[in-house]
């Protein structure tokens, strides 16, 4: 397990009795607090990062089994780089994304890179209440270098790299540069996620995906059609696809309340 020398206090006796060697090595396998900007957010409950808001729902514990999963993943094979993607608009892709980049970052003890990469329909500016700066639009439009737009979100922990402006431009995502920023990033950050756009139009997740190690595929519980999901599958292929999460499952917060006495944010009980 890599160590974190920048933001455990109790590691600080450890810090100063490794002479300068060790500390430089510590240095180097730690990936807290890289070097970008930081954007203090206040997180609503409407952003739906229960990860954070609610940590003790079901929900978030969910999210929490599926970062352990993926660490053990990890450990056994090569993946650092994932497409969070779904059937159709509105599955829960940002949202998915969100928590996932939030879990997986253990606030700040991980270093995530959340990409926006739905350019034509970003949300995530506005689901974190951030003001807007130049993401991967400006960067895919100009070949600006992706790293001058990255930044901390604070108290989340993850780094968010925005899809900027949004546009129209239907071939934006089809170039290889989408595929070269990611390979380029892999180097910075233990984890990428991709916050895709759906899986049609074709093209556009086809050139994603290219660049990305595995898939996790959202679909809306009660909502997405089977052969939306069965489309999706043969469009990404099984062997790419790592998980399916099932989004807004109705009533699990009942169940876990008997387990774990789930206090809803009111103050009722759960
Ligand atoms: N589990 C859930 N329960 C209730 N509402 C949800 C849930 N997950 C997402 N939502 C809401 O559904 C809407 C769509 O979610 P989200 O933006 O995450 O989907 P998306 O797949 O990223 O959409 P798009 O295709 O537009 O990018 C948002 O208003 C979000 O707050
Ligand atoms: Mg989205």
Not at 91 to 107: C, F, P, R
Not at 177 to 184: A, T
Request: proline content about 7%; glycine content about 8%.
């Amino acid at each position: 397990m890599s160590k974190t020398v920048f933001n455990a206090e109790a590691e600080k006796d450890d810090i100063l009795s490794t002479s300068p060697d060790e500390f430089l090595k510590g240095l180097e396998r730690s990936d807290a607090f890289l070097p970008f900007p930081v954007e203090t957010i206040s997180v609503l409950p409407e952003s739906r990062i229960v990860v954070h808001t609610e940590p003790r729902s079901a929900g978030a514990d969910r999210f929490r089994l599926i970062q352990v999963r993926l660490r053990h993943l990890q450990a056994a094979r090569k993946i650092k780089s994932l497409l969070i993607t779904s059937p159709l608009p509105g599955d829960g892709k940002s949202t998915v994304s969100l928590n996932l980049a939030t879990a997986l970052s253990e606030q700040g003890k991980r270093s995530v890179l959340l990409l926006e990469a739905d350019v034509y329909r970003p949300s995530l500016f506005k689901k974190l209440k951030l003001n807007s700066w130049p993401g991967l639009t400006e960067c895919l439009d100009k070949h600006g270098d992706p790293m001058l737009s990255i930044r901390r979100i604070d108290p989340l922990g993850f780094y968010l790299l925005p899809a900027g402006t949004p546009t129209d431009a239907g071939n934006l995502l089809q170039s290889a540069l989408p595929s070269q920023f990611v390979e380029g990033l892999a180097g910075t950050f233990r984890w990428i996620l991709v916050d895709a756009p759906p899986t049609t139009p074709m093209a556009e997740i086809l050139a994603l995906k290219a660049s990305c190690d595995g898939t996790l595929l959202v679909v809306r519980a009660g909502e997405t059609p089977r052969e939306a999901i069965e489309e999706a599958a043969k469009t990404l292929g099984m062997e790419h696809i790592l998980g399916v999460i099932l989004n807004g499952v109705q009533g699990i917060d009942r169940v876990y309340s008997k387990y774990y006495g789930y206090v809803k944010p009111h103050g009722q009980k759960g």
